[in-house]
């Protein structure tokens, strides 16, 4: 499933970003002026709805990591997480560099976060990893596990700031430097994926070497992970665990403000970043206040977001399907099937979530 959510996310953003390239706007102006009115407020509310899970996960996830970091108390965590995240953002005024470098900063850390993890606990099998590539579900639990993985590998609140990234270039002369320019950006969106991607797998490839089979041991929370690697692993590897976890709640944070600017071109009205910040991050505060079992807000986050593609995904493909809109940047028929055959895919396994959870 996670190899699968990867190829779908570098197709999706290449798409994402090949639309802002060839319009010059990002994507939801383009909706906002193709589609009608209820049509736009719909994806604006739900595109919210999206931007609050989004921050729902970064501040469960770095507080998390503040606390098995310092042993700081969930609730002060989140509100350090608040003050780094309005930190980060100010960068913005300093120009998108330094904020750039502040993110590939971050995701340094969790890389190599992950990375010394992984080689710590050893254990791999080469076998045993090309049999997780057959897929197979053991119930509803790995189906919503699944849908999860989905929500937070493609990400629908970056889809919208991808096509935002590439609309606010320079545009190119002529058709060769479209060209030009589009085969760097499929170049950057595969790179960047794949180092993703790779992460990932080497998530679930650390807890396949460590816990399975601990049984009892091991109740699947992050705290229990994190205890996991010391005691099976030793500290080096609970300390890369828990700073990797931070880094990813923190760079998130501010990607996520970025998609809700992005977003505001549902409505023809801009929000200030930082008020917009502020806004979000108090459904988060409060559900970590409420003292709400983190991993659980973690899962559910997940699952909202996959829910939340379809509402990117399928007027980014009837968009980009469009010659007037895109010029000699139109999809080509096998890549609009393509997007049709994604949409579908995740919207299929949505509707059987939901049809498990409500019909059981």
Request: hydrophobic share 55%.
């Amino acid at each position: 499933m996670l190899v699968s959510a990867c190829l779908v996310a570098m197709f999706v953003q290449h798409l994402s970003a090949k639309t802002g390239l060839a319009t010059g706007r990002d994507l939801p102006t383009l909706c906002r002026d193709t589609f009608r009115r209820p049509v736009v407020l719909g994806l604006w509310a739900q595109a919210e709805v999206v931007a609050m899970a989004t921050d729902l996960a970064e501040f469960v996830g770095a507080a998390i990591g503040l606390n098995l970091l310092f042993g700081i108390p969930m609730l002060p965590a989140a509100l350090i997480t608040a003050v780094v995240s309005f930190a980060i953002l100010a960068l913005q005024r300093r120009g998108y560099r330094p904020f750039e470098l502040a993110i590939v900063f971050l995701l340094g850390v969790i890389g190599f976060g992950f990375l010394y993890t992984l080689l710590a606990a050893g254990g791999q099998s080469a076998s045993a990893l090309a049999s997780g590539m057959v897929p197979t579900f053991a119930g509803i639990d790995s189906v919503v596990l699944a849908i999860g993985i989905i929500g937070a590998t493609v990400m629908p609140h970056v889809i919208y700031l991808h096509s935002a990234l590439t609309a606010d270039r320079p545009a190119p002369d002529g058709p060769a430097e479209r060209r030009r320019a589009l085969r760097v950006l499929r170049a950057d969106t595969t790179m960047g994926l794949s180092m993703a991607g790779l992460i990932n797998l080497s998530m679930l490839c650390v807890a396949a070497a460590v816990f399975h089979g601990a049984g009892e041991g091991f109740d699947g929370s992050l705290e229990g992970a994190h205890q996991g690697f010391a005691q099976l692993v030793g500290g080096g590897a609970a300390l890369a665990f828990a700073a990797a976890l931070l880094a990813s709640g923190l760079s998130s944070s501010g990607v996520g403000t970025y998609s809700g600017q992005a977003m505001q071109g549902f409505l023809r009205r801009r929000i200030p970043l930082f008020l917009r910040r502020g806004i979000t991050m108090v459904p988060a505060l409060a559900v970590i206040g409420l003292g709400v079992q983190p991993d659980t807000v973690l899962l559910l986050s997940q699952v909202v977001l996959s829910f939340g593609i379809p509402f990117a995904l399928i007027p980014l493909v009837l968009i980009s399907r469009r010659r007037d809109l895109m010029g000699d940047l139109v999809n080509r028929p096998v890549t609009t099937f393509a997007g049709a055959v994604a949409a579908a895919l995740i919207s299929g396994v949505n509707v059987y979530l939901l049809h498990q959870l409500i019909l059981g």
